[in-house]
């Protein structure tokens, strides 16, 4: 692809993955209310995001934020045109998420053995087996499967993941018929150059295989990184409303790629998310009475590029002291 046309979307189709309600909220403290959650779900589907991660069907012990998943994905108001997916790490999470009618399975490991047995507690063979019985279990009930690989630009303890491992795992997945595999800069590593390398192999070798993006703005590189897989042939990006996220083996990380951030500058490009941008940034906004704290956001500090500022009170005296200076 021409390295020109990037910067010229020319109504380009961009779908946005919202990962908010569930990668962000489970990094939370402060439980937020079930009928809050649904209403935030809502709130994007209104928007238009083409999926919603609404949240992760887990043990309550496990992830405590999301103890009341199987509620929230019953009763949100869904709307044509949005995947409405969920976490599930194992066969009983799956039944669960199918008997709440969720309509994609996301499934994660690591391409790291060490950041899966860190995270996951169990070598990256186990997890494959285990994930294995999983997507059988939805391939029985018609259900798409994605899986989440971590880690795929690197790892925070082992440093470089090579390309080819990574691959390496995407082909076993493409074997068992997944619909669609997500490349994730789990803590922030990935950057532009590795980032457009690896979508086009990866487009080149599984030209029907669904591909995501998933970046983390941990060193100021999310934006960048969405920009270079574009031009590498990419479409799909997860991101998360506010910036929510993180990850425990990446300290002082700010989150996942924001929502707002990302759908204003490619709106700017003239790129077509399907995206109601103030409907997002007003839900944005309304996050940290439901979190108790400030998201990363710099759309929410500092409003969108449209956002004009009102003149100083003093303009006119200030106007007629220049013109009498002249």
């Not at 692809?1 to 990037?6: A, F, I, R």
């Not at 439980?31 to 043990?59: C, R, Y």
């Not at 940290?288 to 004009?308: C, F, M, N, W, Y």
Request: proline fraction near 4%.
């Amino acid at each position: 692809m021409n390295s020109l046309n990037v910067w010229n979307g020319a109504g380009r189709r961009i779908y946005i993955n919202e990962v908010g309600t569930r990668d962000g909220l489970q990094m939370e403290a402060a439980f937020v209310p079930t009928e809050d959650k649904i209403a935030l779900v809502n709130a994007l589907s209104q928007a238009g995001l083409s999926k919603i991660e609404v949240t992760a069907f887990v043990s309550p012990k496990a992830i405590p934020a999301l103890r009341d998943g199987e509620i929230v994905m019953r009763e949100i108001a869904r709307h044509s045109g949005t995947i409405y997916t969920a976490l599930v790490p194992n066969v009983r999470g799956a039944e669960r998420a199918i008997d709440a009618h969720t309509d994609e399975l996301n499934l994660v490991m690591s391409v790291s053995e060490t950041h899966n047995l860190c995270n996951l507690r169990m070598q990256r063979s186990q997890s494959f087996e285990a994930l294995q019985q999983v997507i059988a279990v939805a391939q029985q009930a018609a259900t798409p499967v994605n899986v989440s690989l971590s880690c795929c630009f690197g790892c925070p303890m082992e440093g470089d993941v090579p390309e080819a491992e990574v691959l390496s795992w995407v082909q076993r997945f493409a074997d068992l018929g997944v619909q669609g595999i997500t490349l994730c800069d789990t803590t922030g590593m990935a950057y532009p150059s590795q980032v457009h390398a690896m979508v086009q192999t990866f487009k080149a070798r599984w030209p029907q295989l669904g591909v995501t993006l998933h970046f983390h703005n941990t060193r100021g590189m999310a934006l960048a990184n969405v920009l270079a897989s574009i031009d590498a042939g990419a479409d799909r990006f997860d991101a998360s409303i506010g910036g929510l996220g993180g990850c425990p083996y990446a300290p002082g990380a700010s989150g996942n790629a924001c929502t707002e951030e990302i759908v204003h500058a490619l709106q700017l490009m003239g790129y077509d998310t399907g995206t109601d941008l103030a409907q997002v940034v007003a839900a944005a906004r309304a996050l940290p009475a439901l979190i108790g704290h400030e998201t990363p956001s710099q759309i929410v500090k500092a409003g969108t590029r449209g956002d004009l500022h009102q003149l100083p009170a003093d303009f006119a005296d200030i106007k007629e002291r220049a013109l009498a200076k002249v």
